[in-house]
């Protein structure tokens, strides 16, 4: 065991984990520090998000621009190591743009947090009294919640919930919020630990509890990442007609084939996890991007989509009278304001390209990037299949991987237009252009 790692300094954290784990430390400790940012104040920032760090891990930082939702134009920022999200994200952007854009509405904003106890006693008794706990809770967080309250939120409602039929002696406060522009895990988290005191207090002091009335375990106060009711809806459509021809498919056989597609997903609970893996693609991406809790985001996402009891696709279709329509609610807590939003400067600088948006505007942004992400990859699997678009990134993926030289990565982007890539390919056309001969006869287009 190795104890105090923690107290090191960056630079001995570093240099234990090199020469504990590795066979080479002085290429690893370079090779981390490479990624160092001392230069200016950013890296000590980056050093305090987390603990023990030892380097950063770059990401690719890219743009999805033609996004338009309701009437505005976005570029949008992207976080994401997978080839294709982005290029599939753009292309239903710009797909969409030219038939009138994306729409978006708030449905609701209400956060969810619970302070979970177990009480012996009554639980009619704790709801008779239930009107003067509550007074006593407002009352005792009025310090945490005056800000919030300033700013248009706070605490919406507080029920108290008998779970005494799922669980021996277990109840429930449940309470709704509303956090403005920030996702608003502190402030939730704060008030429900203040809760769950004044709630323990209450019953060891009022007169009209006795004995083991008095006795109130919390077991914990916290957040709940299940927010389906700050949801919002993003939504595209337009005459089938409109949809154009894919290839050899028409646009009515491509809107039967699009709808089929959401339909399976909605029933097939294996194609509708790779389904909303998609639109987490886009989802995840904008989230990060904007220094937002994307773990949260998949968490409650993939809770809504089995709320019904079964697992299914988050998006929907329709083709009636004519007209295809395609929507998807989705459920998101994302902030403006606090956390890493206003730390980490890219997160800052994507929020700025968006127009330094509200929640709410952040909240439809990042979900209409969702359903263009799953607009993309279902029309790519409909009509060419995705490998095609995948194929052209895995192929460079590939070549940087071989170090290929510019020149043949250029020769080798030609040449595997209509072939199968795969590492094996690629080692031999590498192989192949290598040799004299071979760079010769692939100048010659043989
Ligand atoms: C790949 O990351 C995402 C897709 O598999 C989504 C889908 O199948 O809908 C292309």
Redesign the pocket.
């Known amino acids: 065991m190795k104890s105090g790692f923690s107290k090191l300094s960056k630079r001995k954290k570093l240099r234990w984990v090199a020469e504990n784990f590795f066979k080479k430390p002085e290429e690893v400790v370079s090779e981390l520090m490479s990624f160092w940012h001392e230069e200016d104040k950013t890296q000590k920032v980056f050093d305090d998000f987390s603990e023990n760090t030892l380097s950063n891990y770059y990401m690719p930082f890219g743009v999805a621009p033609n996004f338009v939702i309701n009437g505005q134009s976005y570029c949008v920022p992207m976080v994401i190591e ?1 080839s ?2 982005v290029a ?1 994200a753009s292309s239903g952007a710009k797909f969409w743009m030219k038939r009138g854009g994306f729409k978006a509405e708030i449905i609701g904003t209400k956060k969810v947090g619970q302070v979970h106890f177990t009480w012996r006693g009554d639980g009619n008794k704790l709801q008779a009294f239930f009107s003067e706990i509550e007074a006593a809770l407002i009352e005792g967080t009025k310090d945490l919640t005056h800000n919030m309250e300033r700013r248009g939120g706070g605490i919406l409602s507080i029920s108290l919930i008998d779970m005494t039929h799922l669980e021996a002696d277990y109840f429930q406060l449940k309470v709704d919020f509303e956090t403005c522009d920030s996702m608003g895990a502190n402030f939730i988290n704060s008030v429900l630990e203040a809760f769950a005191k004044i709630l323990q207090q209450f019953v060891q002091t009022h007169p009209e509890f006795s004995g083991s009335e008095r006795e109130l375990t919390i077991i914990m106060a916290i957040l709940s990442n299940y927010t389906p009711e700050c949801l919002v809806r993003a939504e595209v459509s337009c005459p089938v007609e409109d949809l154009g021809e894919f290839g050899e498919i028409s646009s009515e056989d491509f809107a039967y084939k699009f709808e089929k ?1 959401i339909r399976i ?1 909605q029933l097939d609970v294996h ?1 509708a996890t ?6 987490l ?1 886009g989802i995840d991406a904008v989230a990060i991007a904007t220094g937002n809790d994307f773990r949260a985001i998949e968490s409650c996402g993939h809770t809504y989509a089995a709320r019904d009891g079964q697992y299914r696709s988050l998006s929907n279709v329709s083709t009636e009278n004519g007209i295809f329509r395609f929507w998807m609610d989705f459920p998101i807590a994302v902030g403006t304001v606090g956390g890493l939003t206003t730390l980490h400067p890219l997160a800052k600088r994507s929020l700025e390209m968006l127009g330094n948006p509200g929640a709410r505007e952040l909240m439809q942004i990042i979900v209409v990037v969702g359903l263009a ?2 607009f993309a ?2 029309r ?2 409909v009509t060419t299949g ?1 490998q095609q678009g ?1 194929m052209k990134m895995h192929l460079t993926n590939i070549l940087n991987h071989m170090q290929a030289t510019e020149k043949e990565a250029k020769h080798a982007l030609v040449y595997f237009k209509d072939k199968v890539v795969s590492f094996t390919s690629v080692r031999e056309f590498l192989d192949t252009m290598r040799s004299k001969s071979g760079t010769v006869a692939l100048e010659k287009g043989e």
């Open positions: 997978e294709s999200v599939a597609a997903a194609r790779t389904h909303n893996k998609g639109i693609n992400q799953n990859a279902v790519s699997l995705i995948h």
